[in-house]
């Protein structure tokens, strides 16, 4: 009966699973018309936090805010139709693209995280809202509602002030000293705003395209848990009078036209659970693409560090050719079948080694009986040859036991090289994508950074083939992973349980929302 009801929640989990993913997702998130992203309002969010897209008008955020009467009708450029008296079409909207935070069905915002979202909606504009001679580049805002009754609490405008103005915005001398950085702050919510030059978002330059892209990281204290942050923002793109910057987005009031801010993305904070690791929800790994041509090689490593190693091997290797002088490399009938397969094709049984065999083991005590010496160290042989091939997986000692094998067998003298303490060093991204965790950035559990130093110390050995004159170096254990982040477990939890200590404590009592109704039946 236990059995029938663990197969059952589990099928009741992935059922759920899917149809979450069906209205959740990351990426980028758009209001526009054709597929030039120039003409688009559109936000991304850049650690891959997931949300729900909202429909233009009502839909569905009528059921995720069904207490909002403040997003009123306002009017999109429309590139994908043909302009009418001299101006750019347009199409009607109320909501932000998209919406994100547990609540409204996207992956959870924790309270003391910071999240970043690259956003934009056209070409910077000036606005005089404040008195005539107070003009200021605007960049937007970012509406407090009640998250009670999404009664409007407050607006909190953002820009860059001109060199003439006073107004309580991003003032002009610190935004210029702060390096390019701004800062705006109210109802536990903290925000820092950069500008982007790049044009990873599909923004190529133009004439006018100038201070458009912007990343807004967004920071909260527990006081953000009551309330909707709405992020609007604000720009123009030139119409068929290509000297005529129109808005983005505008508003139509009394028979006037006025530039209105596009309206991007919602925000919703809710408390870490105290048992979730603050590790959990940090950015792991690169969290940038590169081109391929680069093979997954970071910017230190293409500019700023080489592989050094010294020749040092000896002259005469007549006994790296052999086989069974040692425990793991013992011969045996399913290894050379393996270099038989492979027709003593060198080269395609050390790229088997690469590609094929798991790394595991990866990390173990040092000579003080301690992990957090200052290397990561291998555990030894536990596996022979043989072994790591029949399990596919080994540490890095053992996977060079395998390589040394397979090449004494295609008649290449190969040998072990093990380096002095602390004599091999990886970038803290390169040893994160070996070992399949993050290095680079690490914290402890207080939140406070745990790994600092950039190299990092890998007492790893080697492979050296002699390959005709010359010495060949070859890491079997050197890999790139691609990680393919699955469901979080926590969005499925039930509302009375949102962590692990809390669902076993009503698992424990019975609890029918924990059994799904199925304690009659069993």
């Known amino acids: 009966m236990q059995t029938r009801l663990f197969i059952w929640l589990l099928a009741v989990l992935i059922s759920a699973a899917g149809l979450s993913a069906q209205s959740a997702r990351t990426g980028r998130f758009s209001i526009g018309t054709g597929d030039d992203p120039m003409y688009h309002s559109f936000v991304i969010p850049l650690e891959g936090q997931s949300g729900v897209p909202l429909d233009l008008i009502g839909g569905n955020a009528t059921n995720l805010f069904p207490a909002h009467t403040n ?11 043909p302009p009418s008296g001299g101006y750019g079409a347009r199409f009607s909207y109320q909501n932000p693209a998209v919406a994100f935070g547990r609540r409204v069905g996207g992956s959870p915002l924790w309270t003391s995280n910071y999240y970043s979202f690259g956003v934009y909606a056209g070409s910077r504009v000036e606005e005089g809202t404040f008195p005539s001679d107070q003009w200021f580049i605007k960049n937007g805002a970012i509406k407090v509602y009640a998250k009670s009754n999404m009664a409007l609490i407050t607006n909190i405008y953002y820009g860059v002030a001109s060199s003439t103005s006073t107004a309580v915005v991003t003032p002009w001398a610190p935004y210029l000293t702060n390096g390019y950085v701004g800062y705006i702050g109210g109802c536990g919510l903290h925000t820092y705003i950069t500008r982007d030059y790049s044009d ?29 942050f709405e992020v609007r923002f604000i720009g123009g793109v030139p119409g068929p009078n290509p000297n005529i910057l129109e808005p983005m987005t505008l508003r139509q009031q009394g028979g006037t036209n006025f530039h209105e801010d596009s309206r991007l993305y919602t925000l919703e904070f809710e408390p870490r659970p105290s048992e979730r690791a603050a590790f959990l929800d940090l950015v792991h790994f690169e969290g940038e693409p590169l081109p391929p041509t680069y093979l997954g090689k970071s910017v230190p490593e293409l500019l700023s560090y080489n592989a050094l190693v010294a020749n040092s091997i000896p002259g005469s290797v007549t006994n790296w050719l052999s086989v069974d002088d040692s425990p793991e490399l013992r011969s045996h009938p399913d290894l050379d079948r393996l270099v038989g397969e492979f027709k003593t094709n060198a080269l395609a049984l050390a790229a088997y080694v690469q590609n094929e065999i798991r790394l595991v083991d990866a990390v173990s005590h040092g000579d003080s009986g301690s992990v957090g010496d200052q290397a990561v160290n291998h555990p030894g042989v536990a596996r022979g040859a043989l072994g790591v091939l029949l399990e596919r997986q080994g540490n890095p000692l053992e996977q ?23 004599g091999v060093k990886l970038l803290d991204a390169r040893l994160s994508r070996t070992l399949r965790m993050q290095v680079r950035g690490a914290v402890n559990q207080t939140g406070n950074a745990y790994t600092t130093n950039t190299l990092i110390s890998v007492n790893y050995p080697w492979v050296a083939a002699r390959v005709g004159s010359s010495w060949v170096h070859l890491f079997p254990w050197l890999k790139d992973t691609e990680i393919v982040e699955g469901f979080d477990l926590y969005d499925f939890m039930p509302t009375n349980a949102l962590n692990g200590y809390q669902w076993l404590q009503h698992y424990a009592q019975g609890d029918s929302e924990i059994f799904f109704g199925l304690n009659a039946e069993s």
Not at 211 to 221: A, C, E, P, R, Y
């Open 400 to 422: 060079c036991g395998l390589l040394v094998y397979l090449l004494r067998r295609c008649g290449i003298p190969a040998g072990y090289v093990f380096a002095p303490d602390h």
């Open 71 to 81: 997003w009123f009708t306002v009017l999109h450029y429309d590139k994908a139709a």
């Open 200 to 228: 990873d978002w599909g923004i190529l330059p133009a004439s006018w395209v100038f201070d458009g892209k912007f990343k807004l990281t967004h920071f909260s204290t527990p006081e953000a848990t009551n309330y909707v």
